[in-house]
Nanobody, 124 residues
């Protein structure tokens, strides 16, 4: 059982870009859904983007479509979230997770392995 290891994040001004990375393991990367979620203070966690590792099918929340891109490096078993045109409302703690089935950007109904979280702060 391997938890996800996250990297990236930080602080940026509105309009800037950041990239997050989430490293899976050989035990849980193939035939899985890897998703990015975020939670800001006082709000519920929400799905941002997800990718099914076998097919490469991607899913995005409406709020990030056209600005965020999820992509994977299958050799490195790593999924990235490239965030551009960042807005202050994108400020949140971002978490990656790996689970069995993608259901759009919905939280997994089954058990999942979660990353430790990484803070993204966008200033106006």
């Amino acid at each position: 059982v391997q938890a996800q290891v996250q990297s990236g994040g930080g602080s940026v001004q509105a309009g800037g870009s950041l990239r997050l990375a989430c490293a899976g393991s050989r035990y849980n990367y193939r035939s899985s859904c890897m998703g990015w979620f975020r939670q800001s203070p006082g709000k519920e966690r929400e799905g941002v983007a997800a990718v099914y590792t076998d097919s490469g099918m991607t899913y995005y929340a409406d709020s990030v479509k056209g600005r965020f891109t999820i992509f994977q490096d299958a050799v490195q078993r790593t999924v990235y979230l490239q965030m551009t045109s960042l807005k202050p409302e994108d400020t949140a703690m971002y978490y990656c997770a790996v689970y069995q089935y993608c259901n759009g950007v919905a939280e997994p109904a089954e058990s999942a392995y979660w990353g430790q979280g990484t803070q993204v702060t966008v200033s106006s």
